[in-house]
């Protein structure tokens, strides 16, 4: 079946620097939306980049400015390059996309830990 295969995930310190990847592999016909989302134990999934098709992407408060996502239609791909990590950074990072294989649906990663600590 179709999957999204996520990269990029590690431990790091404050001020560093990471990328990740989210790579979907399928019959896929067409890529609408793109997101990155994540997550703290013990917390609701927040939405930290939001790439709606046709439209600029929609960033946290919390991440403008250090985040930014971009995308490789082509590729299926989507990207979310993470400057200057503070510790509130740290959790399990979801990919998500909104996509057409033979109907319009959305697909998961299964996440990748960020951490950030001294």
């Known amino acids: 079946q179709g999957q999204l295969v996520e990269s990029g995930g590690g431990s790091v310190q404050p001020g560093g620097s990471l990328r990740l990847s989210c790579t979907a592999s399928?019959?896929?016909?067409?890529?609408?939306?793109m997101a990155w989302y994540r997550q703290v134990p013990g917390k609701q999934r927040e939405v930290v980049a939001f790439?709606?098709?046709?439209?600029?992407?929609n960033y946290a408060d919390s991440v403008k400015g250090r985040f930014t996502l971009s995308r490789d239609d082509h590729k299926n791909t989507v990207y979310l390059q993470m400057n200057n990590l503070q510790p509130a950074d740290t959790a399990v990072y979801f990919c998500?996309?909104?996509?057409?294989?033979?109907?319009?649906?959305?697909?998961w990663g299964q996440g990748t830990q960020v951490t950030v600590s001294s």
């Open positions: 998500y996309m909104n996509l057409v294989t033979y109907r319009r649906e959305d697909w």
């Open positions: 399928g019959s896929i016909s067409r890529v609408y939306h």
């Open positions: 790439s709606p098709e046709g439209y600029n992407t």
